[in-house]
């Protein structure tokens, strides 16, 4: 089946630093990422559609400025966690459209 | 708006019952229904799906059915066990201008041995 990576798995960092997660697709590719948000015991909250090659698309009351995402091949697409806070402590999820497999998330903790 | 409601929130059940699942979606043009289970500081695993065009889908112990006309699809799981027991999600896929899934709040499954 599909394999979707993430990198890291978990980080912890200083509140105001900046944080790139990076998800790729393994063995296939990806015209269209889903990022999703989690935070404990809580659903996945969609926070934004990247496509490769053009600008994502954010939900809404999700800052474009604060978690910029770029997916410039069909087999990457990262997310920026830019002045993380606290509040932005939560697991990060991104699933490809094409597959219904989510990639191993990846733990941010901001003291 | 986009909206998935899944109900219950938490849910008990003896070893060997059955459990059910259910979710309303609000866009009647959703066409894609999947379900996924996540355990523990682990990543959603998809268990099955359902398309629009069956009403019904089965998976061994694992069971969803699809109402259209009331926009609502369900997860039963049979004969339970005690490694059933984690979070599980129903989504529905979504468009408006772009093509999403949008995910129920969860149910936390126990299976009580």
């Known amino acids: 089946g599909a394999v979707v990576s993430q990198h890291p798995s978990w980080v912890i960092c200083k509140s105001g630093t900046s944080v790139k997660i990076e998800c790729r697709s393994l063995?296939?590719?990806?015209?269209?990422m889903f990022w999703y948000r989690q935070f404990p015991k809580k659903s996945l909250m969609l926070m934004a559609t990247s496509n490769e090659g053009s600008k994502a698309t954010y939900e809404q009351g999700v800052e474009k400025d604060k978690f910029l995402i770029n997916h410039a091949s069909l087999t990457l697409s990262t997310l920026t966690v830019t002045s993380a806070h606290p509040e932005d402590s939560s697991f990060y999820i991104c699933t490809p459209l094409e597959e219904q497999f989510f990639g191993p998330g990846t733990r941010l903790t901001v003291l | 708006g986009e909206n998935v409601e899944q109900h219950p929130s938490t849910l008990s059940v003896q070893e060997g019952d059955s459990a059910v699942i259910k979710c309303t979606y609000s866009d009647s043009a959703s066409n894609y229904f999947p379900w996924y289970k996540q355990e523990l500081g682990k990543r959603p695993q998809l268990i099955i799906d359902?398309?629009?065009?069956?009403g019904e889908k089965k998976d061994q112990r694992i069971a969803v059915t699809l109402n259209k006309t009331a926009k609502h699809f369900s997860l039963h799981i049979t004969e339970t066990q005690p490694e059933d027991s984690a979070v599980y999600f129903c989504?529905?896929?979504?468009?408006?201008?772009?093509?999403?899934?949008?995910f129920g709040t969860g149910t936390r499954l126990k299976v009580l041995a």
């Open positions: 359902i398309r629009s065009n069956v």
């Open positions: 989504a529905a896929s979504f468009f408006s201008g772009t093509y999403k899934y949008i």
């Open positions: 063995d296939f590719q990806a015209t269209t």
